[in-house]
């Protein structure tokens, strides 16, 4: 689609106006809460694919445009959920009518217990709308969530109806461990930071609960109508079951206050009513992703000016922070500048090493199925794939899978930057028997090289320790070990071995252009290290620094702390 349309309104994404009329366009991406009181049928179909082609336009644009506002690459998720026989169907298959199907994705899920030693939220995450792309999401991780609470609620109810008067008689191992309740509002928690991501990265949020009574549920549960799989795996023509998930679906809707309830009593006006919340929404990601075009380019400079990139580094406040919350470096520890130089004989690693990995390998084999992330970050030849090496030597290569982290593929860019991490996790759905995944590089990067290099804005990466924070936090209260090693060398050493890969052709490959060129920016790496270890070191995901010059020690005290963590799993199974 052609850019050098877009000249003269300022506020229309780029490739719009080659579609529609600039009128059009202007009048009908300005957010309107109250359209379905304003247009007719008409008005609301032209609305919504001017919109759907807009926020596409928002990932096809570029910094060097002459627009003075662009918009950020943006997608919008439409969460579809509530009661059965509530219309959801007939809105959604309303909405592809009126829009163009081919920029709108439809998924469905009805339900599922959550897998073991995993977030509720990441076997959804492959199905996550790109940038520019409009998806809506039958089920979605809130049916995973209804379908493991009706579990919970139904078998409560039991428990209180048939409690016998002498409590010892019952067996405790086949009640709930924990109350629906509790657990409904800890996971409701966990998703509202984890929707809270999402949108902070352009994947915007759009959550509809469909609503009937009883009596009309009741009465189309017993038309000729085929109806489809139903949601939640529940007996909707029970009513005792429907009076539990009335109660629990009163306490997410009280608990989260961002769902919009439609109606279904009238499913044609019901779907109306969806279309316009969807147009809604889009205008709403439009208008929220706006950006000054000179701020796209504000980081490129400053990547390429070392004294200015140094002045921001100390006191660069984003538009979106008050002034108390000026990022400020932290002091580097010395654990990052005085580097251990002590040697250890071959022999000595040898016999270390051998015996280290066996216990290794017999931890991780008897873990009982939890998933373990090893992450590994530092700086350039300290290391780290010498490390992993020795750490999977003992295990079979169908145990685990090691993933390479370099710069993003254009699609990984056009979601959430954590996306691409996610979709790599250990997951129970795979076929995959591996559970074990090695990170050569991590999602720390955006908190590294993309800071320094200028490729994060500055409030992308400042927001992004939080962010990591909940990420890992999830995982670690799904029962994943994440264990977490940053390895320092100093800049002598760094040298050396730079020059020892240089020297020999098959390791060669290891040496890249940019390896030299970071190298002027040392100080630089050290000190968002510094802030990184500072800000991301927590009691569910603790830092292991291996500061040591010494290849052979390194190696030796990865496998020491992987042993420490795995160890004390080992007491809780």
Not at 190 to 211: P, S
Not at 245 to 265: K, P, R, S, Y
Not at 327 to 350: G, N
Not at 451 to 460: C, L, P
Request: aromatic fraction near 8%; charged fraction near 25%.
């Amino acid at each position: 689609m052609s850019q050098k349309n877009d000249t003269t309104e300022p506020k229309v994404p780029q490739g719009v106006s080659a579609q529609f009329s600039e009128q059009v366009v202007e009048r009908r991406l300005v957010p309107n809460p109250l359209s379905q009181f304003s247009m007719d049928e008409n008005a609301l179909r032209l609305a919504l694919v001017t919109a759907q082609y807009a926020l596409r336009a928002t990932r096809q644009q570029t910094p060097t445009a002459t627009p003075k506002t662009l918009n950020k690459p943006t997608g919008l998720l439409v969460l579809v959920n509530g009661m059965e026989q509530a219309g959801k169907g007939m809105a959604v298959k309303q909405l592809r009518e009126w829009v163009d199907p081919r920029l709108l994705k439809v998924e469905a899920t009805i339900g599922h217990s959550p897998l073991s030693y995993q977030p509720i939220w990441q076997t959804h995450t492959s199905e996550l709308p790109r940038h520019g792309e409009v998806m809506v999401y039958f089920g979605n991780w809130y049916a995973d969530l209804l379908y493991n609470v009706m579990r919970l609620a139904t078998s409560d109810n039991k428990k209180a109806k048939n409690q016998p008067k002498n409590n010892k008689q019952v067996d405790a191992s086949a009640l709930p461990s924990v109350k629906w309740q509790d657990y409904l509002h800890q996971q409701l928690n966990e998703l509202k930071a984890f929707e809270k991501d999402l949108a902070a990265n352009q994947t915007k949020l759009l959550k509809c609960w469909f609503h009937v009574d009883i009596e009309m549920l009741c009465r189309r549960l017993k038309d000729t109508e085929a109806d489809p799989q139903f949601l939640y795996q529940i007996d909707w023509n029970n009513k005792q079951v429907i009076e539990t998930f009335n109660e629990v679906a009163a306490t997410l809707l009280q608990t989260q206050d961002d769902w919009v309830i439609i109606d279904g009593d009238d499913k044609s006006t019901a779907a109306d009513n969806f279309c316009h919340e969807v147009l809604y929404a889009m205008q709403t990601a439009l208008a929220s992703s706006e950006i000054a075009a000179h701020d796209t380019t504000k980081n490129h400079a400053k990547s390429k000016n070392k004294n200015k990139r140094k002045g921001k580094f100390k006191a660069e406040k984003s538009e979106s922070q008050s002034q108390k919350d000026v990022f400020e470096p932290v002091p580097i520890p010395k654990q990052l500048t005085s580097i251990d130089d002590a040697k250890i004989s071959k022999s000595d690693y040898r016999k270390a090493l051998a015996e280290k990995q066996a216990h290794l390998a017999e931890l991780l084999r008897a873990r009982d199925g939890h998933h373990v992330v090893f992450a590994f970050e530092g700086m350039d030849a300290a290391g780290k794939g010498g490390a992993i090496k020795r750490l999977v030597a003992p295990l079979d290569p169908r145990e685990y899978q090691i993933y390479n982290i370099g710069a993003p593929m254009l699609y990984e860019t056009q979601h959430p930057y954590l996306w691409r991490f996610w979709t790599k996790l250990p997951d129970e759905q795979t076929n995959h028997i591996s559970r074990i995944a090695i990170f050569d590089r991590t999602w720390y990067g955006r908190v590294l090289v993309e800071r320094v290099e200028g490729f994060a804005t500055d409030d992308e990466w400042q927001r992004a320790y939080a962010e990591i924070n909940r990420f890992e936090a999830d995982l670690a209260d799904a029962g994943t070990i994440v264990i977490k090693y940053w390895l320092a060398i100093d800049k002598k050493e760094q040298l050396k071995r730079f020059k020892s890969r240089q020297a020999t052709p098959h390791k060669q490959f290891k040496l890249t252009d940019d390896d030299w060129r970071n190298r002027d920016k040392w100080s630089d790496y050290v000190q968002s290290a510094a802030d990184m270890l500072a800000r991301t070191d927590t009691k569910t995901a603790p830092w292991c620094i291996i500061a040591t010059n010494e290849k052979y020690q390194a190696r030796l005290d990865v496998l020491d702390h992987a042993i420490e963590q795995l160890s004390l799993l080992s007491k809780t199974i």
